[in-house]
Antibody, heavy 122, light 108 residues
Framework: VQLQQWGAGLLKPSETLSLTCAVY????????WSWIRQSPGKGLEWIGD???????NYNPSLKSRFTISVDTSKNQFSLKLGSVTAADTALYYC?????????????????WGQGTLVTVSS | EIVLTQSPGTLSLSPGERATLSCRAS???????LAWYQQKPGQAPNLLIY???SRATGIPDRFSGSGSGTDFTLTIDRLEPEDSAVYYC?????????FGQGTKVEIK
């Protein structure tokens, strides 16, 4: 299983952050897919998950600023954040939630993308 | 949300020694839904332990996890130079899933 992510790394304040993660190997529809960011100030911060049906689950602490979507035809999922500020500067990771036969909800992250550094600066 | 506090901040040990890392939760983590990750510079976190004590695929048995409720421990036996990394705990029992701030393990 490999997760390969891409997207713009340098944004100006008020622009939109857009990242995509492609999944190679494994069964895309059998898992949930996540976005996590890491910054010196806040450490590792879970942004949200999505399943293959497109049902998202967001971190309420982030006040629903993010949108996660899925394209099962391409085995890809995406993250969008509008009106970025300097506080959104971070290393963004996509990740897979490991699933059992019965649940994908309370599960750890077993595969990660390589990370995309997003810097917001005027 | 559950806040995870890891200690110590940095651990400096010699090869062959044992490392004991602590993760304390602000409230009980249901059903031991706690994981440990290892992160080396320039790399993504790598899952070591899940469900508090189960080793992930390919993880050597030098790594072990224990604990329940609010207190969890990661133990690394017979430290090797390649164990130098930052280690994070993460709870997935109560949304939002949260991470500790990390413990840096240095090998002398």
């Amino acid at each position: 299983v490999q997760l390969q992510q891409w997207g713009a790394g340098l944004l100006k304040p008020s622009e939109t952050l857009s990242l995509t993660c492609a999944v190679y190997g494994g069964s895309f529809s059998d898992y949930h897919w996540s976005w996590i960011r890491q910054s010196p100030g806040k450490g590792l911060e879970w942004i949200g998950d999505i399943n293959h049906s497109g049902t998202p689950n967001y971190n309420p602490s982030l006040k629903s600023r993010f949108t996660i979507s899925v394209d099962t035809s391409k085995n890809q999922f995406s993250l969008k954040l509008g009106s970025v500020t300097a506080a959104d500067t971070a290393l963004y990771y996509c990740a897979r939630k490991s699933c059992t036969r019965t649940t994908c909800y309370r599960r750890p992250f077993d595969y990660w993308g390589q990370g995309t550094l997003v810097t917001v600066s005027s | 949300e559950i806040v995870l506090t890891q200690s110590p901040g940095t651990l400096s040990l010699s090869p062959g020694e044992r490392a004991t890392l602590s993760c304390r939760a602000s409230q009980s983590v249901s059903s031991t839904y706690l994981a440990w990750y290892q992160q080396k510079p320039g790399q993504a976190p790598n899952l070591l332990i899940y469900d508090a004590s189960s080793r992930a695929t390919g993880i050597p048995d030098r790594f072990s996890g224990s604990g329940s409720g609010t207190d969890f421990t990661l133990t690394i036996d017979r430290l090797e130079p390649e164990d130098s990394a930052v280690y994070y705990c993460q709870q997935y029992g109560s949304s939002p899933w949260t991470f500790g701030q990390g413990t840096k393990v240095e090998i002398k």
